[in-house]
Each structure stands twice: as structure tokens, then as C-alpha cells.
């Protein structure tokens, strides 16, 4: 058997937690591959919304097996009340929720070194999600890390010169700050994390592979915001594209199935950086008053513009896409002019690949479709599409070389609709 791979292809949150949890049911284990508690996925059923950050989206739909795998950042403290939250809502996890003992942790000091980088930063801070996962991953990469594993022998020792070497850099940069609360809540987390299944967990999906059972890998963040592809310095400090599977989860590439790219029908972005569509004008506020675009874990109001296609043929390149899912296209359906980015004019050229460097001199060019004025909310299937949402979806595939499987309508899991068409 082979995994699917579901990631976002824009600056994240593009939906990926309502997809997931719609397809977990086709699957027997969901396994998140890379980010840590910066995430947050939003799913909501029942008339009931739920926020993850940690744990896999595919929790909700019965006795599937959810991995959170060695290339993930967990922090104790944040995990404990997720997953409190979750049993306390009749959601149990214990038996279904496996660990990585590779997983690194995400300690106190960490999070105090991330707000402290950010503030030496000033005008050009990130606008990290200021829950510690730059210096986190920095420790991983520096050989200095603490894993998930180490908890289960000679931990007090290890947490103590981790932080030791903290407290170091906290003071060279005279940093002021108060652990008490974090590091109790956080020892709270370590003895919590204890009644949890943790594995190997590269041996635990490939011998589940090798059984026949299927895996959907959930990404976190989005392409744009990969360490390595995205829109540096202003990105997330791991691997959030498709490769990020196979290192975040011990998977050959061999392994790789279907790549879900997630997008939605316009652009958002949280935090700093470089966004070539952004629209500051009336528009811009309509699509973030109409799209509830307020970040799930910061509450910090998202950046928002045009769909950027010069942005998304690179992102599905870098991930090897083989389906798409289109999301938030309800936010459109009163729109007049729908606008879609085809290419940057830079100085008198207009290219339309994705360049080194998009912090300033990009104008984008622009296609405009004409609005489809259809509230497509109830909508169940692609035969209720109207001519001219039709004729949108053409000209993406088109762009976009590659075809759109999914139409989101909705938040709710019920609002989605799967197109026969490949
Ligand atoms: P993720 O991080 O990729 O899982 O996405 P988030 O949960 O951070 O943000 C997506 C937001 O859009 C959430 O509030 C979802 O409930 C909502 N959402 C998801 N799909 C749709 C859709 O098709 N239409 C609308 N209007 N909202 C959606
Ligand atoms: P999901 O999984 C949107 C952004 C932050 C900041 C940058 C670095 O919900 O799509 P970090 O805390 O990771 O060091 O912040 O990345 N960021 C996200 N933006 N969605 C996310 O996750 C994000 N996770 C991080 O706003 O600009
Ligand atoms: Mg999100």
C-alpha cells in the first residue's frame, strides 16, 4: 500500500482539518508529519466546531489509529489541553493516539526564546505563532533536542542542562521573563504524555503498509511557508511539503500516493511577509469579513487578496500534486468580478514562474472572471453548479494543469462536494 499525502499549498490555512476528517473515513490511520502546535485545524460536524493543533484531524471518525510522527514539535503543557478538551467532549484517545518517541519536545524555554528572537528581530520580526517552534526545530537541527523518548529515562537530568543552556542565551540577551506557570504546567504535560502510546512510530506505518492498511499523511502550515521553498526568512522552520512526509515519518518515496493540494479560491496570509495579491482596499475587507479570516490559534486577523496561480503551479510542482481541492469558494458567491493571479510584471517583463525573491518590485497580472451570484452553501453535488463557477473551475485546471477533485461550499463537513470528473 502507498500513503496519500493532504498539504496546503498557499500560507496555510486553507482548510486541511475539515478535508482531512471528511476523508478519514476511506482510511485506517491519519498521520501528521511535520509543525506542532502553530498549527490549528479547524473541523466542524454536528453543529459543533473543533480546533486541533496537535493531535491528527482523522480523531472524530471512529476507531481510526491517529500517529503524530517524529518530525512533528510537541509541546506537554498545549498537547495535555488539547487532548483534556477532546476526552472531556466524549472523544476518547488513549487507545487510538500514537506517539513518536522521535518527536521532539517543545520545552518552556523554547517558547521564551521565540518571543525573545521575535523582540530582537522588531520591524522585521517573523510573526511566529510565539509557540516556540523556530528554536525548537534550531535545537533538532544543532543536535541539542529533546525527544519524546527521552522522558522514559534519565529525564530530569537532560531537561535540566537543556534549559541551563536556555537560561544561557536568555541572558545574553537580556531577556526578561518568568517560567514558573509554564514549567509547572509543562511538568503536568510530561507526566500526562506518560499514559500515552508512545511508538517507533517509522516501524509501527510500515508494518501497517505492509498489512494493506491506507494512511492519509496531514500536513500542517502551507508550501509558502516551507523552510526551504517558501517565502524566507518569513516562513515556519520545517519541511511542510510533501518530501516533509517521508523524513516526518520514516516513508520511503516509493511509499508516496495521491498528493492532496489544498487551496482556496483567494489568498490569506498571517504574520509578516511578502503576499503579491494582497489587497488592502474594501475588497480585501470583504473577503476577510466574509471568510472569517482570524487565525484558529493567535486569533490574529489574516491577511487576505487574490488567488496567486503564479504562487500555486510552484507550489504544485514542489509537491508533485496530483489533486486539488478547491475551499472557501462560498466566500466568492456574491462577488461580481472574481480575479485570479496568472503571472508578476517585474520592471518591464511579465513572468510567470515563481522567482528568488518576492519582497518588492511585483505587480501581479490579472485575469477577471465573471461572478457566478449563486449561493452555493447547500449545494450537494457538481450537477447544481452554476455555468459561470463552472466555467471558474475550467480555468484553474486549465492554469493549473491539474485537476480539482474536492469543492468545499461550507465549514461543515457535510458541505462538500466531490466531482466525478478527473
Ligand atoms: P487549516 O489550518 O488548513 O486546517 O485551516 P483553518 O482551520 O485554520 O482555517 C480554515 C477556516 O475556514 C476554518 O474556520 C474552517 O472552519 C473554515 N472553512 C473550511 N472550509 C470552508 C469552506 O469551504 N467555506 C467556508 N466559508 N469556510 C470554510
Ligand atoms: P495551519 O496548519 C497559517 C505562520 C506564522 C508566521 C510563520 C512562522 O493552521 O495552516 P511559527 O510559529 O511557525 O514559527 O511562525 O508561520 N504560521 C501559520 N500561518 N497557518 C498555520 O498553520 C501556521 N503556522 C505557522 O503566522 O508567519
Ligand atoms: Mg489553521
Not at 15 to 29: E, N
Not at 107 to 113: A, D, K, Q
Not at 333 to 343: I, L, T
Request: hydrophobic letters at 35%.
Amino acid at each position: 500500500m502507498k500513503v496519500d499525502v493532504l498539504l496546503g499549498l498557499q500560507w496555510g490555512d486553507e482548510g486541511k482539518g475539515k478535508v482531512v476528517d471528511v476523508l478519514t473515513p476511506r482510511y485506517d490511520v491519519v498521520a501528521r508529519f511535520q509543525g506542532g502546535p502553530n498549527a490549528g485545524h479547524t473541523l466542524e460536524f454536528e453543529g459543533q466546531k473543533y480546533v486541533l493543533r496537535s493531535i491528527p484531524s482523522g480523531i472524530f471518525q471512529g476507531n481510526k489509529i491517529n500517529i503524530i510522527g517524529n518530525g512533528v514539535v510537541l509541546d506537554p503543557a498545549l498537547f495535555k489541553a488539547e487532548a483534556e478538551a477532546l476526552e472531556a467532549s466524549g472523544h476518547p484517545l488513549k487507545e487510538r493516539l500514537h506517539i513518536s518517541k522521535k518527536a521532539h519536545l517543545i520545552l518552556p524555554t523554547h517558547r521564551i526564546l521565540d518571543a525573545a528572537y521575535e523582540a530582537a528581530k522588531g520591524d522585521s520580526k517573523v510573526g511566529t505563532t510565539g509557540k516556540g517552534i523556530g528554536p525548537t526545530y534550531t535545537d533538532k537541527v544543532s543536535r541539542n533536542g529533546l525527544r519524546v523518548g527521552d522522558i522514559l529515562c534519565d529525564f530530569e537530568k537532560k531537561y535540566a542542562a537543556a534549559k541551563a543552556r536556555h537560561e544561557q542565551i536568555l541572558k545574553s540577551l537580556n531577556y526578561d521573563y518568568d517560567i514558573t506557570e509554564l514549567e509547572r504546567q509543562w511538568m503536568e504535560g510530561i507526566e500526562y504524555l506518560r499514559k500515552f502510546h508512545l511508538v517507533d512510530s517509522e516501524h509501527e506505518i510500515n508494518n501497517l503498509l505492509k498489512e494493506g492498511k491506507s494512511v492519509l499523511c496531514e500536513g500542517a502550515q502551507g508550501t509558502m511557508l516551507d523552510i526551504d521553498f517558501g517565502s524566507y526568512p518569513y516562513v515556519t522552520s520545517s519541511n511542510t511539503i510533501c518530501a516533509g512526509a517521508c523524513t516526518g515519518l520514516g516513508l520511503g518515496p516509493n511509499k508516496i500516493g495521491e498528493v492532496y493540494g489544498i487551496m482556496k479560491a483567494y489568498c490569506t496570509r498571517v504574520g509578516s511577509g511578502p503576499f503579491p495579491t494582497e489587497l488592502f482596499d474594501e475588497t480585501g475587507k470583504r473577503i476577510s469579513d466574509l471568510g472569517h479570516e482570524y487565525g484558529a490559534v493567535t486569533g490574529r486577523e489574516r491577511r487576505c487578496g487574490w488567488i496567486d496561480l503564479v504562487a500555486l503551479r510552484y507550489s504544485i510542482m514542489i509537491n508533485g500534486v496530483t489533486k486539488l481541492i478547491l475551499m472557501k469558494s462560498d466566500v466568492l458567491d456574491d462577488f461580481d468580478v472574481v480575479k485570479a493571479c496568472v503571472g508578476y510584471k517585474v520592471g518591464n517583463e511579465v513572468i510567470d514562474y515563481f522567482p528568488f525573491d518576492i519582497t518588492e518590485g511585483i505587480e501581479p497580472v490579472y485575469v477577471e472572471l465573471p461572478g457566478w451570484k449563486t449561493d452555493m452553501t447547500g449545494m450537494t453535488s457538481e450537477d447544481e453548479f452554476p455555468e459561470e463557477f463552472n466555467a471558474y473551475i475550467s480555468f484553474l485546471e486549465e492554469q493549473l494543469e491539474t485537476p480539482i477533485k474536492i469543492v468545499s461550499v461550507g465549514p461543515d463537513r457535510e458541505q462538500t462536494i466531490e466531482r466525478y470528473t478527473e
